[in-house]
């Protein structure tokens, strides 16, 4: 028979108020809670002398969702999270290692995939060695894992933005030229590199600003998650009229 216990958390990030949830119990109490957004949280406990990690997701209702476990190396992992994202990441590394991505995925019916991803052909195919790359952003999104790199080109003198797309689905990895930026334009505050906004759906959006001239404007650039582009777009802001931009 199956032992369980029910504990009361109290977690602003959650909830408002105190909830209560009938959770199995666990062989070594649990040590973390992680938001989950949109979904609930996740509880953590660590076996003793194991790499194992032990998670159970609860929600708004009054029991459990799942348990599943991970086993990183060392226990170090990055988690990745994003609101409403049916995927959520540990990553074992944020930056490349020998051109690879190692991590476990786990999605909102509780299922773990670990596995890695060679990134260096695709960024290879752009015309960049992904050694010189600098990691700006990582991110998940509905559809994908979304790595943002930057590249600065000291003999051109321009700042290169770089995306790398893995999908959930297949694990396939796309990669894509963002724009570039020229190193004067950026330190006199004429223009930005590109960041990344947010997502809806497939659309995964990124863009910069320009105050260049009378041309004060955010640029961007909306792709899907196999990074293909979709369309772009202009905002620009005005005095009187300013405008925001957002997904």
Request: hydrophobic share 40%; aromatic share 12%; with cysteine.
């Amino acid at each position: 028979l199956k032992t369980f216990t029910t504990i009361a958390l109290t977690v602003s990030a959650f909830y408002s108020i105190a909830q209560k949830f009938t959770i199995e119990k666990a062989a070594t109490p649990y040590s973390n809670i992680i938001e989950w957004k949109g979904m609930g949280g996740i509880l953590m406990n660590k076996i003793v002398n194991s790499n194992q990690i032990y998670l159970t997701l609860i929600g708004e209702k009054d029991k459990s969702i799942w348990n599943q476990q991970i086993a990183p190396p060392n226990e170090k992992y990055f988690f990745i999270s994003s609101e409403n994202a049916r995927y959520v990441y540990f990553l074992r590394n944020l930056n490349p290692e020998a051109g690879k991505i190692y991590f476990d995925q786990l999605n909102s019916a509780g299922n773990v995939k670990y596995t890695n991803v060679n990134m260096q052909t695709v960024i290879r195919n752009l015309g960049y060695d992904i050694l010189n790359l600098e990691l700006k952003n990582v991110v998940v999104t509905d559809k994908a894992l979304v790595h943002h790199f930057r590249y600065h080109d000291k003999k051109e003198k321009v700042f290169v933005d770089i995306a790398t797309f893995i999908t959930h689905h297949n694990m396939l990895v796309y990669a894509v030229e963002l724009g570039k930026s020229k190193e004067d334009d950026v330190k006199n505050g004429k223009t930005n590199t590109f960041q990344y906004v947010g997502f809806t759906g497939d659309e995964i959006c990124f863009a910069d600003y320009s105050s260049a001239a009378n041309s004060k404007a955010w640029n961007a650039i909306i792709f899907n998650s196999k990074g293909q582009e979709q369309r772009r777009l202009v905002l620009k802001n005005k005095a009187s009229n300013h405008q925001s931009f957002g997904t």
